[in-house]
């Protein structure tokens, strides 16, 4: 029989409950959970990693509006909706930024925006078909971009948007590879002790005597740049935490009675660990996963930002920043606060979700 340890999950939940701050940050990651996951359906620009470029309309502030001339692409093929969930989809339309259009005859005479003072006239033939149905509304529309555009001409709203499915893709990535290894080394070096025990801390100790920075450099040279390549880069350098507390926890649990009867019964150690132990360490496990994900999410910012994480055109936190930090001192600081102030409120959250369950779970020691 497993012990039993602390209050019911009622309870706990009831005291997490008590919380403002914990129930805040617990609806901010599942509204973050539910854009990563509807990141294409409910982005403005449903493109490819949101990298719909026009870069007349580059830097500009939010609320910025446009109107622009919608053309269709010929032989454009119709987008199936659950591949656009996944990837995005091509854009059916060239848009054309403009500053007014009138119809002559069969044609559409559009003024071509191309600056804030300039303005070029050009002339396209418009369809028999389109001209005798007047419909002609269809392909001028305005776009609003309401947290502006960056240096290309992209919505910044999409690719912050899009962002958070890399951010918490990092994150969760990270947390499962630093748990698998992490339990899997603090289990053996606490329950068996002895050389196994040394040799583990012998590792610990190394490892976390490399700044993580440096150590997250040198896998990210040794895996080569990419989206997959960050997941297990921050995720190799944050086990050594877990390794630890799951020893800690391992050696005290080991001696309890119900332990020693599982010994006495003849059980295998792969069994007393798997079924009699690790459950009753899940408490402290989640604390510091909550703790590793906020810490796997700046780290990835990080990377990103110095030119070592995600690689463009994938819409990264952390790269939006770097592209765009130069506008901090100019005329539009929000194209870099405003994918900031997503990284600070989603690690915000995170943090605090993971001081909510060690007061909840009653963890006093990590």
């Not at 497993?2 to 409950?17: A, D, F, P």
């Not at 539910?34 to 490819?48: L, N």
């Not at 994150?171 to 290894?181: H, M, N, P, W």
């Not at 194209?335 to 943090?351: E, H, R, W, Y």
């Amino acid at each position: 029989m497993l012990l039993q340890v602390g209050n019911s999950g009622e309870q706990r939940w009831q005291q997490l409950k008590k919380n403002k701050f914990a129930l805040a940050s617990i609806i901010l990651i599942t509204v973050a959970l539910f854009c990563a996951i509807f990141a294409y359906w409910i982005s403005p620009d449903s493109s490819t990693n949101a990298d719909l470029q026009t870069v007349e309309i580059q830097a500009k502030k939010p609320g910025y509006r446009q109107l622009f001339l919608r053309l269709p692409i010929k032989n454009s093929s119709s987008n199936n909706p659950f591949r656009t969930l996944f990837f995005g989809q091509k854009s059916q339309y060239h848009f054309i930024p403009i500053t007014g259009y009138q119809i002559a005859g069969d044609s559409l005479i559009i003024q071509k925006y191309v600056d804030e003072d300039t303005a070029v006239t050009q002339s396209y033939f418009i369809p028999k078909i389109l001209y005798q149905n007047k419909n002609i509304q269809h392909y001028i529309i305005t776009k609003k971009y309401w947290l502006g555009t960056d240096t290309f001409g992209r919505d910044i709203l999409s690719r912050i948007i899009l962002g958070t499915r890399v951010s918490l893709a990092v994150g969760l990535i990270a947390v499962l590879i630093s748990l698998s290894v992490g339990i899997f080394l603090g289990a053996i070096a606490g329950y068996f002790g002895g050389w196994v025990n040394k040799g583990v801390m012998w590792l610990v100790n190394v490892t976390w005597s490399i700044p993580t920075l440096l150590l997250v450099f040198a896998i990210t040279l040794a895996l080569g740049k990419g989206f997959w390549q960050i997941f297990m880069a921050v995720g190799l350098t944050m086990w050594v935490n877990v390794a630890r507390l799951v020893r800690g926890q391992v050696m005290a649990v080991k001696e309890t009675e119900y332990i020693q009867a599982a010994k006495a019964l003849g059980f295998s150690n792969g069994r007393i660990i798997a079924r009699h132990i690790l459950p009753n360490i899940m408490g402290p496990l989640m604390v510091i996963a909550a703790s590793n994900f906020a810490s796997a999410i700046v780290i990835e910012a990080g990377l990103s930002f110095l030119g070592i994480g995600i690689q463009p055109p994938h819409p990264s936190w952390g790269l939006m920043i770097k592209e765009n930090y130069n506008f901090v001192i100019t005329h539009n600081p929000m194209l870099a606060l405003a994918p900031g102030i997503a990284i600070m409120i989603l690690v915000l959250a995170f943090n605090i979700l993971g001081n909510a369950l060690r007061d909840a779970l009653d963890v006093k020691q990590l």
